[in-house]
């Protein structure tokens, strides 16, 4: 499976305000997309079709509902795809004020955010979030309040598309903590 990683994506490639390290980029549908790295993180909601997510060792089948976490300098990409849709909230916590201390008290942040993109192999995917339709309609719906605010660049949208960020993250570390 080993395959030459020709791309390698920086910040300037997907954040439009080099200050702000928050973006999204919607794929309906994802279109095949060869290995690649990049130096920042991605959230990653499937919400439709199916297709395999892949790394220079494995090959993971992806279908609506899965939510994972690629880190930073991550090889990976896409292929074998079925209509997959998929919504990827890029960013760069490092240079984002996204204050996190109460969070890192759900064993869910450290699961989704830390310890599954670690141990993936290990577990051959089995330990990613998968959202009920309920639970994927809601992360949705919070996405686009990201996507609202940084589109319409509205005062105060920095401090909104955040604060709709950390909702998110929140919410999908307590549905990881409800679905072990």
Request: charged residues 25%; proline residues 5%; negative net charge.
């Amino acid at each position: 499976m080993s395959e030459e990683i020709k791309n390698h994506l920086t910040h300037s490639d997907v954040f439009p305000e080099p200050e702000y390290q928050l973006s999204i980029l919607r794929r309906s549908p994802q279109i095949p997309f060869p290995m690649h790295t990049h130096d920042f993180s991605e959230l990653v909601i499937v919400y439709g079709g199916r297709g395999a997510h892949y790394n220079s060792d494995e090959e993971y089948m992806l279908s609506s509902g899965d939510v994972f976490v690629i880190q930073g300098n991550t090889a990976h990409g896409y292929r074998q795809l079925e209509s997959l849709e998929l919504i990827n909230i890029i960013y760069d916590d490092k240079n984002l004020p996204f204050p996190k201390e109460d969070l890192m008290n759900l064993s869910g942040y450290h699961a989704l955010f830390t310890w599954e993109p670690r141990l993936r192999s290990e577990h051959n995917f089995k330990s990613r979030l998968r959202l009920s339709p309920k639970e994927l309609s809601k992360a949705i719906r919070l996405t686009a309040s990201i996507e609202n605010e940084l589109e319409g660049k509205k005062a105060g949208y920095k401090f909104m598309a955040l604060a709709a960020f950390m909702q998110l993250c929140g919410f999908l570390s307590r549905c990881y903590d409800e679905s072990k």
